[in-house]
């Protein structure tokens, strides 16, 4: 009977031990499988988070694209807005020297049909003048120097306007 139970414990032995084999192959294999699963998903997650990176890289280098060509057109825009007025300011200066040295004078026109309280100005010069059609009054060059500085303010109004509504226009077009 010893012999008999020796045998058996043998054989459940090696029974447990096949059993504790068979289930450390188990596990192993599942792990394995599960290893590979898992490397599958993170090799996948990486590859989206990779062309998700490329395409924000892409979407960055398009919009630096984008401002640094605004940014040229701002300038060019600047530099021939500065142009017309740095023009505009030196035909005014010009016109100012002409005026200060009496070199032009500004004249105002005469209204012909006005006669209250005075003889009527003829509207036809005499055979002596030089001045064709209706009679004529020079300003005096202080004065003329004032309306020359208030219309080159309006000129310079005017340009900067230009200037703003052509920035409006190119910013409204590019969005």
């Given at each position: 009977?010893?012999?008999?139970?020796?045998?058996?414990?043998?054989?459940?032995?090696?029974?447990?031990?096949?059993?504790?084999?068979?289930?450390?192959?188990?596990?192993?294999?599942?792990?394995?499988?599960?290893?590979?699963?898992?490397?599958?998903?993170?090799?996948?997650?990486?590859?989206?988070?990779t062309?998700?990176?490329?395409?924000?890289?892409?979407?960055?280098?398009?919009?630096?694209?984008?401002?640094?060509?605004?940014?040229?057109?701002?300038?060019?825009?600047?530099?021939?807005?500065?142009?017309?007025l740095?023009?505009?300011?030196?035909?005014?200066?010009r016109?100012?020297?002409?005026?200060?040295?009496?070199?032009?004078?500004?004249?105002?026109?005469?209204?012909?049909?006005?006669?209250?309280?005075?003889?009527?100005?003829?509207?036809?010069?005499?055979?002596?003048g030089?001045?064709?059609?209706?009679?004529?009054?020079?300003?005096?060059?202080?004065?003329a120097?004032?309306?020359?500085?208030?219309?080159?303010?309006?000129?310079?109004?005017?340009?900067?306007?230009?200037?703003?509504?052509?920035y409006?226009?190119?910013?409204?077009?590019?969005?």
């Amino acid at each position: 009977m010893k012999f008999e139970s020796v045998k058996w414990g043998g054989v459940l032995l090696i029974i447990l031990a096949l059993m504790a084999g068979s289930a450390w192959a188990a596990w192993a294999w599942q792990a394995n499988a599960y290893e590979r699963r898992l490397a599958a998903k993170e090799a996948a997650h990486q590859t989206e988070r990779t062309s998700l990176a490329n395409a924000n890289a892409a979407l960055v280098l398009a919009e630096q694209g984008k401002r640094f060509a605004l940014e040229q057109w701002l300038a060019a825009s600047d530099q021939a807005h500065y142009r017309v007025l740095a023009d505009e300011k030196t035909k005014q200066a010009r016109l100012r020297d002409r005026l200060a040295t009496a070199d032009l004078r500004l004249s105002v026109q005469l209204d012909a049909t006005n006669s209250v309280g005075c003889d009527r100005v003829q509207t036809t010069t005499s055979s002596g003048g030089v001045v064709h059609g209706a009679r004529r009054a020079q300003l005096d060059p202080a004065h003329a120097q004032r309306i020359i500085g208030i219309t080159g303010d309006g000129d310079q109004g005017l340009i900067a306007l230009k200037a703003c509504q052509a920035y409006v226009e190119e910013v409204s077009d590019t969005k």
